[in-house]
């Protein structure tokens, strides 16, 4: 019988507050539910192909609606349907114009954009990041698309795409079903990154938030808690295909910033309501450090305005440390009155993580709200996957269903009151059999990534953009005439994880980068007095263009009058006759946080120590007053990226046609000077972790120089890949291991050396695997963990001899000890040179 009543218990604690798989009802465009007057445009060609006559399967006026003119590819023509109330929207049906045959325009893609109050649009994406759904190939045939992930609003607008001028027309019908919890807006701390001991990373983070961050926080959206989506047991697990660990689960560290002993989320609805209860999915693997909340505590505020009141709703739960199921925890809310929310729920163990969130309110709409909402529900739904029609609002049975429902409930109430009394019963024995001896069986634990469906993909929403703002400088003449500081700027904090090992720091400098790796015996304890380099005057720099923007700070292309004077004798410049030498300047941010100065001051220490002909130097800095500044050597012809892919391989084409050119010798010269700089970092376990191309500057003798602040610009944006707004990472350079484990070292260096060769033997005329997706290349990474042979690799560079690619083919072996070291790497090519 107990067994009976926990299964059934289970059972309803599966289904979420709404089933996307059922919620599938046309919304009234065909039927005339949704009037002529909530349906608009923002043009139309003739009044017979207004937004009134975008009805799927009608055929009124002229048969769609179509915007006015050809279609350009920069227009963003739209159509609007007002559905009345707050919906839940999972699918959408388009056709183009028959006509009766007559028709010939169609829209072969279109873009959704939706809002829930009419003034904030939001843009729908999905899962991948794509805005951009496939819509119809002919007039006629209806095409339905899966909204994945599902979206809750009240406006929809549908967006046309054309890639070349035409016309297009549209009939649009909506699927779905109304959204009575009424939440229009969720706000909490963002998710964080899990790395369980032998497990993939876990990426707790909501993906599909449509709201903003406002210095990480969640803020004035709905998510991942609101999607239908309820997570599994193992939290590692999600129902999606190709999506990271963790992805159902939205999840917190007890002792991370700004969630010591509890997560506090604040819940918006469309109108003041009378909360009957709270109902969170939370995950319970407390064998791995996860357990559902100890206790939540609500307060109450009966319109935005007001203040929150005094007076709490505090609810403990009964924590469970021998069934590890994730479960629906009610919480009781006491029938009190308010539009907003605010729950602070405290940790029960290491982590807490929850799927869904669905609120229950009294029966007190207003008439007209109650009116509208029973309308909108069809008597028949989309023949898909929905099970069977939702009851008509005029059904004749639902008064004679009243009875039986109200006697279940007693049973359900009666059957929960003989559950909590064998709980505490059972807490009691337990009490005494907890002096016992128990024996704890240790699992096994292994990594399975057994199809493409286990790999690790990340996905990311869009930034937020940051705050415009004028160039700014270090004082004195390094800026325009008239500024004498720098100009502040808003701080935007790195929550990158910590990628690099135990025994490693990481320096993030201006751009939020990692430039090296090194052992933390080395910059243990630092201040101004432990810089070596030279105090160098401000006012004898001056600014010429910025190069590159980063988290921390800028780096700027200045000249410095008088610097080989300044240096004297031994100086790395070359003789200029007295001209201003190029120089670059990497400049912290006058308000940047303690840490980011403590990591400028410890880099600059670190950059005094490197003295190789192959690693740019530190010349002088400007610490003596902020903002802080370092200034390196610049080369004149820049970084080797743009370098070669303005420059063609030298032949009697390019001599006749004064054509920019190289020769094969000039880019083995290039790829040994590499090699060298790197074999000189490896001797002193610095760990670069962004070697490519573009962090190899070049002079007009062709000598390269690696450096480090490729990420900080925009030029290379593209190249780096962006984990939910935080770590920024150059996936398609990156060894396997450095993906998924988060392992830094030389080997993994090395790996990146082998790419940045077959850069330079394609002379970057296109990005590593150009093929793939950045999904598709961290699916890749999968492929070479797993090592099952379907892992794909660079192709061999046509300019490339069979030897030097036989070397890449060694930096990318999947086993870390088949990697060739850089002194063979080195040796290897100065034999290529000398051949």
């Known amino acids: 019988m107990l067994l009976f009543l926990l299964l059934i218990l289970q059972t309803s604690a599966a289904v979420g507050q709404i089933d996307p798989g059922h919620c599938r009802f046309p919304l009234g465009m065909e039927d005339g539910r949704v009037k002529d007057k ?53 699918l959408v049906g388009t056709q183009g114009r028959y006509a009766r045959g007559l028709g010939k325009e169609f829209a072969r893609a279109y873009r959704l954009n939706y809002s829930r109050d009419g003034l ?75 790395m369980p001991p032998g497990y993939p990373p876990a990426s707790l983070n909501d993906s599909i938030y449509d709201g903003t961050h406002e210095r990480r926080p969640l803020f004035g959206g709905l998510g991942q808690l609101t999607d239908g989506v309820v997570g599994m047991d193992d939290f590692l697990l999600t129902h999606e295909k190709q999506v990271w660990s963790g992805y159902d689960y939205l999840g917190w560290r007890n002792d991370s910033q700004g969630t010591q002993g509890h997560v506090e989320m604040e819940f918006v609805f469309d109108r003041q309501r009378n909360f009957t209860s709270m109902k969170v999915h939370s995950n319970n693997l407390f064998t791995r450090g996860v357990k559902i909340f100890s206790s939540v505590s609500c307060w109450f505020k009966p319109r935005l305005i007001a203040n929150w009141e005094q007076e709490a709703v505090t609810f403990r739960t009964v924590l469970d440390d021998r069934n590890p199921s994730a479960r629906y925890v009610t919480v009781p809310l006491n029938q009190r009155t308010a539009k907003a929310l605010r729950c602070r729920f405290y940790f029960a163990d290491v982590w807490m993580m929850f799927s869904e969130i669905s609120f229950q309110s009294g029966e007190n709409l207003h008439p007209d709200l109650k009116t509208s909402t029973q309308g909108i529900i069809p008597t028949t739904p989309l023949i898909t996957t929905a099970a069977q029609p939702a009851p008509s609002a005029n059904d004749p049975t639902e008064e004679t269903n009243t ?138 720099l001056i600014f010429r263009e910025k190069l590159g ?64 002909p192959n690693i740019i130097r530190l010349l002088c800095v400007c610490v003596s007053s902020d903002p802080l500044c370092m200034v390196t050597e610049y080369m004149e012809n820049g970084d080797l990226n743009m370098f070669l892919s303005q420059r063609e391989i030298e032949s009697t084409l390019t001599h006749a046609n004064s054509i920019p050119s190289v020769s094969l010798c000039d880019l083995l010269h290039m790829a040994v000077q590499i090699s060298s700089g790197m074999k000189y970092l490896a001797s002193l376990n610095f760990v670069h972790r962004d070697l490519a191309t573009r962090n190899c500057l070049v002079d007009r003798r062709l000598t390269i120089k690696i450096a480090d602040f490729g990420m900080s610009r925009n030029l290379y944006s593209s190249d780096y890949y962006r984990i939910q707004g935080r770590a920024v990472l150059p996936i398609r350079w990156m060894a396997w291991e450095s993906i998924l484990l ?26 590593p695997y150009s093929l793939l997706s950045d999904e598709q290349v961290i699916e890749n990474t999968g492929e070479f963990f797993r090592n099952q042979g379907r892992q794909i690799f660079l192709y061999s560079p046509p300019l490339c001899p069979p030897s030097l690619f036989e070397l890449m083919m060694r930096c990318w072996s999947r086993n870390i000890t088949d990697r060739p070291t850089f002194d063979g790497i080195y040796q290897t090519l100065r034999r290529h040179v000398r051949a």
């Not at 049973?411 to 059999?433: A, D, E």
């Not at 009058?561 to 400049?587: C, I, T, W």
């Not at 392992?743 to 005329?765: P, Q, R």
């Open 38 to 90: 909530d349906i608009t445009a923002s043009s139309k060609w003739y009044e017979t192909t207004g937004p009134q006559f975008a009805r799927l399967n009608r055929e009124d006026g002229d048969g769609a609606w179509c915007p006015e003119g050809q279609l350009q590819h920069s227009d963003t023509q739209y159509l609007q349907v007002d559905l009345s109330v707050l919906t839940f929207l999972t």
């Open 120 to 194: 904030t649009w939001k843009a729908w994406k999905n899962r991948q990041g794509n805005t951009v759904i496939e819509g119809n190939k002919n007039t006629y045939a209806i095409v339905y698309k899966e909204l994945h992930p599902s979206i809750i609003a009240r406006y929809v607008r549908l967006i046309p795409v054309t890639e070349l001028s035409s016309t297009v027309c549209m009939r649009v019908e909506l699927y779905g079903c109304p959204w009575h919890d009424g939440l229009i807006s969720y706000s909490a701390p963002e998710g964080q990154l899990m």
């Open 403 to 540: 009875p039986i429902l109200i006697g279940c409930l007693v049973t359900i109430i009666l059957l929960l009151v003989v559950i909590i009394f064998l709980i505490l019963w059972c807490q009691c024995v337990c009490k005494v059999l907890e002096k016992a001896p128990r024996r704890i069986l240790d699992e096994e634990v292994t990594i399975r990534l057994s199809s493409c469906s286990d790999t690790i993909i990340m996905q990311t929403p869009p930034v937020p953009p940051r705050t415009g703002h004028a160039p700014t400088a270090c004082g004195g003449g390094y800026a325009e005439p008239d500024v004498t500081q720098c100009t502040p700027h808003q701080s935007f904090h790195s929550n990158a994880p910590h990628y690099a090992e135990t025994d490693i720091i990481r320096l993030q400098g201006v751009t939020g980068s990692n430039m090296y790796a090194v052992p933390a015996l080395t910059v243990d304890s630092l201040t101004r007095k432990d810089i070596s380099a030279a105090e160098f005057p401000r006012q004898q």
């Open 549 to 612: 923007e980063g988290q921390f700070g800028e780096v700027h292309l200045c000249e410095a009058e008088g610097l080989p004077e300044f240096l004297g004798e031994g100086s790395p410049l070359p003789d200029r006759d007295s001209r201003p030498v190029l120089v670059a300047v990497k400049q912290l941010r006058a308000d940047a946080t303690l840490q980011a100065r403590n990591d400028f001051l410890k880099e600059i220490k670190i950059m005094s120590r490197l003295d190789d």
């Open 742 to 767: 988060g392992k830094f070292t030389t080997a993994s260096d090395v790996w990146a050396f082998g790419v940045t060769l077959w850069e330079i033997f394609t002379l970057c005329k296109e990005q």
